[in-house]
């Protein structure tokens, strides 16, 4: 995260909703292999080339079945027993979770990583994912292993090309991990050292901060997505994974409302000066920092990645990924629950991240959906009307929040 330093809220229900290659250079070069506002997206992988066969190797068959009619790319068909996971959440969290050293990544892999999946199956993949990483049920905090197996799903599936039907379940996993997907990039490899952590990790020090972000619960574990280990091949890159769900209307949406009811949340823990209650100045009197440090890092971020979801919108519509932008909308509109309007006194709860998601909407959406930098300000405003944030503070909020939605936005994959 970056040192920084910008109503009433909308935010609602409308309508439509093994190698690779090196990485160009730049924080964004990985993107521009995986979209393009000049070319439509490119697969990266394929499961199985050329026409469907059953192979019998000691009686055994391989699940692979031909593709629907008029296709002769093959299917992968979800076994029965796998089938079975979907209802049993302890079951579905040991089968994805890859351990500590990530040596059983491999097994999730095979279940997960398929571009085409016969009849529901990647429907009840998603089911799968959501039980294994704790996303059905309130109140409940994160489990190590849950968190480890959400960061299993993210490497799984990082530079696939997802089946539509199971996009809905892993957009949900990343909204009920709201905090731990926004953080980007920006750990150091001594904290990034490990696919997941345990709560005591999350404990804030005398300075009242944690590298693994602001307001959190007691008690639950937290994913490192930005953890990479070359010999498991494990890189769960979030902004890939935020791209590619991004095509698909109703994980759009998901994911959209996911950010805008966590800016919701988090505007309403902070003071009235827009600072952080839990800070602690510094003794190294070297390091200047003031309360306002973190939430504008953090409000610059949640910005930021409303922006990038708008400009991954653009870009496939651009290159007819998405083919009737209308048609789009109206399901991600259908698909989004409401706004998200702050508390208008502060707020010092710490519930669990997937409960963040969760929270009820405030009301419909006003205005146009689609719109991100007016739903932001829009919530903004009315927090600090309500707060009665000084109008100085209020119009370096609304500056950051401007700025970097628009860098999001605009900044070419």
């Known amino acids: 995260m970056r040192d920084g330093g910008s109503g ?11 190698e690779r290659p090196a990485e160009p250079a730049g924080r964004f070069g990985a993107l521009k292999k995986h979209l393009s506002l000049n070319k439509p997206l490119t697969k990266r992988r394929r499961i ?9 190797v000691a009686g055994v068959s391989i699940p692979l079945a031909l593709a629907d009619s008029g296709s002769d790319k093959p299917c992968w068909r979800l076994p029965a027993s796998k089938r079975a996971l979907a209802g049993d959440a302890a079951a579905a969290t040991k089968a994805l979770d890859p351990g500590e050293d990530l040596q059983r990544l491999g097994s999730v892999r ?13 429907r009840v ?18 489990t190590l292993e849950q968190a480890r197996s959400s960061y299993a799903v993210a490497a799984a599936l990082h530079d696939l090309e997802i089946p539509a039907p199971l996009a809905p379940g892993v957009a ?3 909204a009920k991990y709201v905090v731990d997907a ?3 990039d920006m750990l150091s490899a001594d904290e990034a050292n490990r696919p997941a952590v345990p709560a005591e990790d999350a404990q804030l020090d005398k300075q009242g901060y944690t590298w693994l972000g602001r307001f959190l619960a007691p008690g639950e574990a937290h994913v490192v997505f930005e953890h990479s280990d070359s010999y498991p091949d494990a890189d769960a890159n979030i902004e890939h994974l935020v791209a590619e769900l991004a095509k698909h209307p109703e994980a759009f949406a998901i994911l959209y409302d996911a950010e805008r009811a966590y800016f919701a949340y988090y505007l309403e823990r902070l003071t009235d000066q827009g ?7 510094s003794a190294d009197k070297r390091f200047e920092s003031t309360p306002q440090d973190w939430p504008d890092n953090d409000l610059q971020d949640v910005s930021g990645r409303i922006g990038n979801l708008m400009k991954y919108r653009a870009a496939y519509v651009t290159d007819g990924t998405i083919p009737d932008s209308a048609a789009f909308d109206k ?9 998200f309007r702050p508390a208008s006194r502060r707020l010092d709860t710490r519930p669990p991240m997937g409960d963040i998601a969760d929270r009820p909407a405030a009301g419909p959406v006003r205005g146009d959906l689609m719109d991100g930098r007016h739903q932001l300000f829009t919530v903004l405003d009315g927090w600090a009307g309500a707060r009665h944030v000084s109008a100085e503070r209020t119009a370096a909020l609304r500056q950051l929040v401007d700025d970097w939605y628009v860098r999001a936005l605009w900044m070419m994959p």
């Open 8 to 18: 009433s809220d909308d935010s609602g229900a409308d309508a439509l909703g093994e």
């Open 48 to 56: 199985v080339a050329g026409a469907a066969v059953v192979v019998l």
């Open 110 to 122: 095979k279940l997960l990583a398929h571009e085409k999946v016969c009849g529901d199956g990647a």
């Open 125 to 142: 993949l998603g089911d799968i994912v959501n039980a294994a990483t704790g996303v059905v049920g309130t109140g409940r905090p994160h």
């Open 172 to 174: 949900r996993m990343l």
């Open 182 to 184: 926004g953080r980007g």
């Open 275 to 281: 600072g952080d209650p839990d800070f602690r100045p």
């Open 331 to 339: 399901v991600v509109r259908e698909h989004t629950r409401g706004t």
